[in-house]
Antibody, heavy 119, light 113 residues
C-alpha cells in the first residue's frame, strides 16, 4: 500500500489550502481503516488534522474543525483535505496516512508535501 | 506545545541502550493502551515502530521495545546502531474533547555518538 500527496506548494493568506492523497496498491474502502491527515510545522511536532472512513464519516481536530473539510472519492481511490482561511501558522509539511480505526496507529504514511502560506 | 511531552534529545553510543519517554495524562497515555511510536529520518515519512504500547509491526527489529507506566510511555532501543539516528515521535488516542482523537509528542532527536 502506498500513499502520495499532491497539491499546490504555495497558498496565499486567507485562501483555501487543497491537497489530495492518492492510495495505490490497495483499496480506500478496506476495513478497519480510517484515512487521515497530519501536519508538521517546520521544526515542530506532529499535529493530527482529522480523518474519514470510506463511507464518508469524518472526525476533526477541534482546534481546526471550523476550517477543515476531508472528503473521499472512492472511484479514484483518493481522499482530500481542504483548509480554509489559512495563515502563516498553517505553513507545514502535510502528510496523509492510513489510520487503524480501533487502535489509532498510522501506517503507512505518504512522503509529505510542504505547503507554504505566503503572499 | 505538544500534548505529549518528550525530551528534545537523547544520545548513546553504538551497542548501548537508550530510552525515550512520552508523558501524557489519564485522558490519553494513562487511560488507554493505544500508544504508538514513529521513527522519522530527515526528509522522510514517519515509520511505525511500535503500536498498542508494546507491539512491533512485521519487519521492525526486536531491538525496539515499548512499555508504559502510569501516564508515561517509553520506547527503548537496545544495541544502538548508526541507522537508528533519527527523530522519534509518540502518539496516543485521546478522549479529550479539546485535543481530538489523536495526540502526538513533540519528538525526540536521537544521536548515535
Amino acid at each position: 500500500l502506498q500513499l502520495q500527496e499532491s497539491g499546490p506548494g504555495l497558498v496565499k493568506p486567507s485562501e483555501t489550502l487543497s491537497l489530495t492523497c492518492t492510495v495505490s496498491s490497495g483499496s480506500i474502502s478496506s476495513s478497519p481503516y480510517y484515512w487521515g491527515w497530519i501536519r508538521q510545522p517546520p521544526g515542530k511536532g506532529l499535529e493530527w488534522i482529522g480523518n474519514l472512513y470510506y463511507s464518508g464519516s469524518t472526525y476533526y481536530n477541534p482546534s481546526l474543525k471550523s476550517r477543515v473539510t476531508i472528503s473521499v472519492d472512492t472511484s479514484k481511490n483518493q481522499f482530500s483535505l481542504k483548509l480554509s482561511s489559512v495563515t502563516a501558522a498553517d505553513t507545514a509539511v502535510y502528510y496523509c496516512a492510513r489510520q487503524q480505526r480501533d487502535h489509532f496507529w498510522f501506517d503507512p504514511w505518504g512522503q509529505g508535501t510542504l505547503v507554504t502560506v505566503s503572499s | 506545545q505538544s500534548a505529549l511531552i518528550q525530551p528534545a534529545s537523547v544520545s548513546g553510543s553504538p551497542g548501548q541502550s537508550i530510552t525515550i519517554s512520552c508523558t501524557g495524562t489519564s485522558s490519553d497515555v494513562g487511560g488507554y493502551n493505544y500508544v504508538s511510536w514513529y521513527q522519522q529520518h530527515p526528509d522522510k515519512a514517519p515509520k511505525l515502530m511500535i503500536f498498542d504500547v508494546t507491539r512491533r509491526p512485521p519487519g521492525v527489529s526486536n531491538r525496539f521495545s515499548g512499555s508504559k507506566s502510569g501516564n508515561t510511555a517509553s520506547l527503548t532501543i537496545s544495541g544502538l546502531q548508526a541507522e537508528d539516528e533519527a527523530d522519534y515521535f509518540c502518539s496516543s488516542y485521546s478522549s479529550s474533547t479539546t485535543l481530538g482523537d489523536v495526540v502526538f509528542g513533540g519528538g525526540t532527536i536521537l544521536t548515535v555518538l
